[in-house]
DNA sequence: GTATTCGTAACTATAATGGTTACAATTATG
DNA sequence: CATAATTGTAACCATTATAGTTACGAATAC
């Protein structure tokens, strides 16, 4: 269904910096994610605005987290990227129709309940249960 | 993120077929879910495939469920959708940093624990309930 | 035999997405 | 102050997913 890579991007470059000591720049988490700063810099623009990463432009500029890592939760992390819902409701039923005249609202509202789990589930893990994960598989 | 409407159309649909006594041609889907027949067609060949409807070809053919609408969950109509997931890992992190390196696996881990969640809060609904709730706005 | 209906391939239009280039603005540093 | 490094952002392109559409063969009821 989606194929939108921004949260995965998200989640990386979080934890890139949540490795490292020192801001990084778009450049440096770009090659981790092997994508184009461009990219990183349109990503992580959403997570600024959110108050979790800041940027400085200029020589030895970058990015670096405004909050321990274990105190940044996935589900944030997802809401700040303001995507679309995951599941979809149809556009223009059949107002005429006794189903489609009135499905949509109900459509909504249980797609929204799903949504909150998912959100939920990803609030179970922070930016820090990530940064180790990744420790434990790369001693492996 | 994702703007894909099968899965809205699928429970539409099988909530259409619920409140008929006779089957229903796509036609008659298609006029209520708004679009052309052969995008129902397309979309309850998938829910066919896993078992939930039948089709007849011909005159006075069409589609009908075959299972009660209460002992269908809407777990299984979006499983039945083949849907990619959700949440999508990025595609080729950087192999030879410590953190590209492993993350790919740790994230799918989380994304598929988030999307399980989603699935079973889908779970608590049967096309039954949807049925029910929208026949209650109607009656508003 | 005819009208109806599904199955499916093929094509098109639109939109989302990511990648890329380009350049202005900002900043550290010598 | 001059220079190099870095972000911000607009603009554009290529790819892909999606839905819509047409067309036609196959199946079926009557």
Redesign the interface.
């Known amino acids: ?5 921004r ?3 998200s ?2 470059a979080l ?2 910096l949540a ?1 490292s000591s020192d801001p990084l720049t778009s450049e440096m988490i770009a ?5 184009n700063p461009v990219v990183i810099r349109r990503t992580m623009a959403s997570l600024r605005e959110h108050g979790l990463v800041e940027s400085k432009s200029g020589a030895k500029g970058g990015w670096r987290l405004l909050r321990e890592p274990k105190e940044i939760g ?1 589900c944030e992390v997802y809401r700040s990227l303001d ?12 107002k005429h ?7 949509s ?3 909504r ?3 929204e ?10 609030g ?2 922070t930016v820090a249960d ?2 180790n ?3 434990r ?2 001693n492996q």
Chains 1, 2 share one sequence.
Request: net charge negative; proline share 3%; charged share 15%.
């Open positions: 269904m989606n194929a939108n890579q949260f995965a991007i989640v990386h934890t890139l490795s090659s981790s994610v092997d994508t996935l995507e679309v819902n995951v599941l979809a409701v149809h556009s223009h039923p059949n129709c006794p189903i489609g005249g009135n499905i609202g109900v459509l509202s249980v797609f309940d799903a949504q909150s789990e998912m959100e939920k589930a990803l179970n893990y990530i940064l994960d990744v420790r598989k790369a």
